[in-house]
């Protein structure tokens, strides 16, 4: 079976496969006991609301659980950051990146030859799988930002690319936080922290020093040569659509697989992909074949390539629904609510300040 299946049925059999207790104890090593879920709650084929629906009909005690639900809270958090913001998240949000020496990223991690084992294995295994563990993440990030002084948003958008669950406030809002451009200061990890989560056992490398050393150190000659990326999106074809224009037209896009909305109604169900969308946020062939086969489990899919006043024209479509999202601000027509677990909106500039007022409804769950 592929790490990441995409039929409805195997979807809903990971999720109730959670195990939140092991979560908790061992989400930060790299065979820990995590959820594989990550992909269908970014193309929003489930949400995270309905993970911890999941969970708690199970009967685990939020309290007992806390670290597994405050993690899936970390991803509405980011979500609410970019309604809120917008277009901001593209840039350094609270203060300025600093040291910067270069806007590219490392030759030696996009071939993954930076000479840290547990790392070069990941990212090679990252190219076949489009999936890496939250950790793993976080080291390719320090890496690339902190170490080697890389601007944080190119390294961001080649990450995005590649991961099967891209979302960009999660991608570009946690890159932000290890560089300390979203946070009060940077995130960095050495060899010693690399080798206990990773179960590995290197020793002599640059990262193979004390915490004071690695913030003051010179960039490793390892990782000075820097790429200028050139992402693009191998966007598929598409056939004339076939409009009932007496029925609704339900918009599905990146972010909005949902299997279950609206399907109480007949209605023209199209994918809309929008190359100005793409452009502005590349993603790899994988990605692109990952979100199409999940498409095969809303009946009746069809295809269109174009802008959504181009669809909207040539259709001549009246009666258009689509799911709210910071990236369909230009869409038209009846805006649907996404799910997100707790009632909490707007900005908050700490995660625990959003966390404060999610627990006092999580004590009422």
Request: charged share 20%; aromatic share 12%.
């Amino acid at each position: 079976m592929p790490l990441f299946p995409t039929s409805y049925s195997e979807v809903l059999q990971r999720l109730q496969k959670i195990d939140p207790v092991a979560y908790g104890v061992t989400r930060n090593f790299i065979d820990g006991k995590v959820t594989y879920l990550s992909p269908y709650i970014s193309r929003g084929v489930i949400s995270t609301k309905q993970v911890l629906a999941a969970v708690l009909k199970r009967g685990y005690a939020p309290e007992k659980i806390e670290k597994f639900i405050q993690e899936l809270a970390w991803r509405d958090y980011w979500q609410q950051i970019w309604i809120a913001k917008g277009n901001a998240i593209d840039l350094d949000l609270k203060q300025a990146q600093h040291p910067v020496t270069n806007t590219g990223l490392s030759t030696a991690i996009i071939t993954a030859r930076t000479g840290i084992e547990a790392i070069d294995t990941a990212i090679t295994d990252f190219y076949r799988t489009g999936y890496l563990h939250n950790h793993v993440r976080m080291y390719i990030a320090s890496l690339a930002c902190n170490i080697a002084k890389s601007h944080w948003k190119s390294p961001a958008h080649w990450m995005y690319y590649h991961l099967l669950d891209a979302d960009w406030a999660s991608n570009a809002l946690s890159w932000q936080w290890v560089a300390g451009a979203n946070s009060n200061k940077k995130y960095v990890a050495n060899q010693e922290n690399v080798n206990k989560y990773c179960h590995t056992d290197q020793q002599g490398t640059f990262l193979d020093v004390g915490y004071d050393t690695l913030k003051d150190m010179s960039v490793p000659e390892v990782l000075l040569p820097t790429t200028t990326l050139e992402l693009t999106t191998p966007l598929p074809r598409h056939s004339a659509l076939e409009i009932d224009t007496t029925q609704p037209t339900c918009l599905y896009n990146f972010y909005n697989l949902d299997p279950l909305w609206m399907n109480d109604r007949t209605a023209n169900r199209i994918l809309l992909l929008e190359p100005s969308h793409f452009n502005r946020l590349p993603i790899s062939q994988k990605s692109m074949d990952f979100m199409l086969a999940l498409t095969e489990i809303i009946p009746g899919m069809q295809i269109f390539i174009g802008e959504f006043h181009e669809l909207v024209h040539i259709n001549a479509l009246t009666d258009v629904h689509y799911k709210e999202h910071p990236l369909n601000v230009h869409y038209q027509g009846t805006e649907e609510p996404r799910e997100f677990m707790f009632s909490v909106k707007g900005y908050y500039p700490s995660f625990f300040s959003y966390w404060k007022k999610c627990k006092k409804e999580l004590k009422l769950m």
